[in-house]
């Protein structure tokens, strides 16, 4: 098991009627960090002792489903209105009034909600990895800020022989049996396949050369040959290929811990979170649809990352529903995990984004 940096002190706090694990450091401005799939507060372990060190109170959540935090037994209690008034509880617990919301992964669209829904309380976002989508949450080309249900534009996307592997994580009990029966191994295999470290698929110099992907159905296909799209019956796994030696950015020690929580969690929580909450957030994310988002942003992506297979209708309307979006960064040769990944690059780019909206505290 990976010893946390020594600045770096663990609690639990109760907040909106759950239980929240938190890991904490450093006095100040109060930045809030939330994780991903599959993830933990650990994944922040590079940030929390920098944002420390520049003045910042550095706090990182375990999600509700994630964890030592609370894990509802119904889908409700995954609803984005709860998860982000759960975010407001940990704020009070806290005893501030205001905090820099920070996300990646499945917290971006965390991230950006909060600062969406409540921008009195969210006072800047950072979003890494996924484009604002509105009530859609995943900002999918077609449906860039929700105009279709998120299963309904997935079903596009995939086609109808195919199926998209976030409706892949929503059936019930089959993605936790292809986990949990490997959990060591299936978790290598996804951080490593969606990674800059893994191998770019090779080059068949006699294809004929694909068009980009500047029209909807273009981008559908190009979906549909990435990977992101599976054959019914198949594995989440299969499609990810598994590393001979870990990668600088996730040593053994750290992969210990990942695999440690979620032997001991399991999966069911992390999956209702997002991928079987996604239609429920659609309905009640509905109230804000059309409205801005009004605090200062920065969105980081990379160029190996997934979402920025269907990204670039998002990243071409995000000032439109993101009037004070500072800058958008893709980071080159990095795949999906940044904050590890790219760990002192994003580290920069976060401290000059929090000095430039000058959070206080």
């Not at 550095?58 to 209690?77: F, H, I, M, N, T």
């Not at 484009?131 to 999918?140: E, I, L, N």
């Not at 997935?154 to 086609?159: L, Y």
């Not at 009640?284 to 990379?302: I, R, S």
Request: glycine residues 8%; aromatic residues 10%; contains cysteine.
């Amino acid at each position: 098991m990976s010893t946390i940096h020594p600045s770096i002190t663990s609690r639990v706090v109760a907040a909106h009627g759950n239980r929240v694990h938190l890991l904490e450091a450093g006095n100040g401005p109060l930045v809030l960090l939330v994780h991903g799939f599959p993830e933990v507060s650990y994944s922040w372990r590079y940030q929390l002792p920098v944002l420390a060190a520049a003045g910042y109170r550095a706090v990182a959540v375990d999600q509700l489903g994630y964890g030592r935090s609370s894990k509802p037994a119904l889908l409700e209690g995954y609803r984005m209105t709860e998860i982000v008034a759960t975010l407001e509880g940990v704020i009070e617990a806290l005893g501030e009034k205001t905090a820099v919301i920070v996300g990646h992964d499945w917290g971006a669209p965390v991230a950006w909600s909060a600062a969406w829904m409540r921008p009195e309380i969210f006072t800047a976002v950072v979003a890494v990895g996924v484009p604002f989508g509105g009530r859609g949450q995943m900002a999918f080309p077609g449906s860039v800020l929700g105009e279709m249900k998120p299963r309904d534009i997935e079903r596009k996307i995939a086609g109808p022989d195919l199926m998209f592997y976030q409706e892949y994580f929503r059936q019930p009990g089959v993605p936790e049996r292809e986990m949990e029966q490997d959990v060591r191994g299936w978790l290598t295999d996804v951080y490593y396949s969606f990674s800059g470290s893994a191998p770019l698929p090779p080059v068949d110099p006699d294809a004929p050369v694909k068009p980009a992907a500047t029209d909807l159905e273009s981008t559908f296909e190009n979906l549909r040959n990435s990977g992101l799209c599976m054959v019914p019956g198949t594995n989440f796994r299969d499609r990810c290929v598994s590393p001979d030696v870990l990668p600088e950015w996730l040593p053994q020690e750290d992969l210990d811990y990942y695999v440690a929580e979620f032997e001991r969690t399991g999966f069911t929580g992390s999956l209702n979170n997002y991928y079987r909450s996604l239609d429920l957030n659609w309905e009640v994310l509905g109230p804000w649809e059309g409205k801005p988002v009004e605090v200062p942003a920065l969105f980081v992506t990379a160029d190996r990352d997934g979402p920025m297979l269907w990204a670039a209708e998002a990243l071409e309307r995000m000032k439109e529903s993101v009037p004070l979006l500072r800058k958008t960064v893709i980071f080159d040769n990095c795949g999906h995990w940044i904050p590890q990944e790219r760990r002192d690059d994003f580290n920069e780019l976060l401290l000059e984004f929090l000095a430039d909206v000058k959070p206080v505290g």
